[in-house]
């Protein structure tokens, strides 16, 4: 074939190749594996490293998680060593397809091969556990990092968090929050609402409080409480009896925060516990002192 030209020129050779290459992944994604091995087991293409992670990447696109370690291994016998981006397209078909065993094979071997994974891939299997309500796979995962030679960042946090604030492991995710700063990976907004989530799911009122306090005094508005976080607070301290204290809560709400309706509920449902239906019924838009009062005293505010 022809090589490249002066002007920059594609050959003939490389816009076969490059064909070649995406009919192969066409293929993968297809699922079409007959058409896949027989392309790879002619004697015709020897494809490298990159032309393999496309594939790879290709099944990674449709969460084909067995084609994508299939491919790994088919590199491997052919005597080349997948590199840290075919791994982690690999990680991702697994994490989008919920398999939560095959990843952990393949980071040992990744360690083996003292190739650090990719930050990404490891992110979203954090994630991809918490979604399967698999807490103590999200934290192994994620203490794991450093040994596997990746820094885990303020978004791994964050997923282990979520897969805590789904549990309710309000403990663990107490211990996590605090722990990030030594970790070089400072807290954000999304790591303390996320954590305010999991001790209102795990019932765990007071430790809101301490939550909140932390983000009232940071030093950085990074931290600074939403709409979010404060329906979680809310809820969490109206689930466990301490209306006042919601309500409290509630208005000390900054006016830069909206009151978006999520956290107007959460009020009105505080006030409703506390009895306080004339308070329930304004901040519905219900006048009290009008036609509307018999309504609210009588219990018929609809919450």
Same mark, same amino acid.
């Given at each position: 074939a022809a090589g490249q030209g002066r002007g920059g020129a594609v050959s003939t050779e490389q816009v076969a190749r490059k064909s070649a290459l995406r009919s192969v992944c066409a293929a993968v994604r297809s699922g079409s594996w007959d058409e896949v091995n027989a392309s790879l087991s002619g004697d015709g293409m020897r494809w490298g490293r990159g032309e393999w992670r496309a594939m790879v990447q290709a099944a990674s696109q449709? +969460?084909?998680?067995?084609? =994508?370690?299939?491919?790994?291994? !088919? #590199?491997?016998?052919?005597?080349?060593?997948?590199?840290?981006? $075919?791994?982690?397209h690999t990680l991702v078909a697994c994490a989008r397809a919920g398999e939560l065993d095959a990843p952990m094979r393949l980071l040992e071997e990744l360690a083996e091969a003292n190739v650090a994974p990719e930050l990404r891939p490891m992110n979203q299997l954090i994630a991809a556990a918490g979604k399967?309500?698999?807490?103590?796979?999200?934290?192994?995962?994620?203490?794991?990092m450093p040994a596997l030679g990746v820094a885990p960042s303020t978004i791994s946090f964050?997923?282990?968090? +979520?897969?805590?604030?789904? =549990?309710?492991?309000?403990?663990? !995710? #107490?211990?996590?929050?605090?722990?990030?700063?030594?970790?070089? $990976?400072?807290?954000?907004?999304?790591?303390?609402?996320?954590?305010v989530a999991a001790c209102q799911k795990g019932g765990a009122a007071t430790q809101v409080l301490e939550v909140l306090r932390q983000m009232n005094e940071s030093s950085t508005t990074a931290v600074s409480p939403n709409a979010v976080t404060f329906t979680a607070a809310v809820t969490a301290l109206a689930d466990a009896g301490r209306w006042r204290e919601a309500l409290r809560t509630y208005d000390a709400m900054?006016?830069?925060?909206?009151?978006?309706?999520?956290?107007?509920? =959460?009020?009105?449902?505080?006030? !409703?516990r506390g009895g306080q239906w004339r308070r329930a019924a304004r901040m519905m838009g219900v006048d009290p002192g009008g036609r509307g009062e018999a309504a609210a005293e009588g219990g018929e505010v609809t919450l």
């Open positions: 449709v +969460s084909d998680w067995r084609g =994508a370690t299939w491919l790994l291994d !088919a #590199m491997a016998e052919r005597g080349l060593a997948a590199d840290a981006p $075919a791994y982690g399967a309500g698999r807490w103590k796979l999200s934290l192994y995962i994620l203490k794991k964050n997923s282990a968090l +979520s897969a805590l604030a789904r =549990a309710g492991r309000w403990e663990e !995710a #107490m211990e996590l929050l605090a722990s990030m700063t030594a970790e070089h $990976a400072p807290p954000d907004v999304i790591s303390y609402t996320t954590t900054p006016p830069e925060v909206e009151r978006s309706e999520a956290v107007l509920h =959460a009020a009105v449902v505080a006030a !409703a």
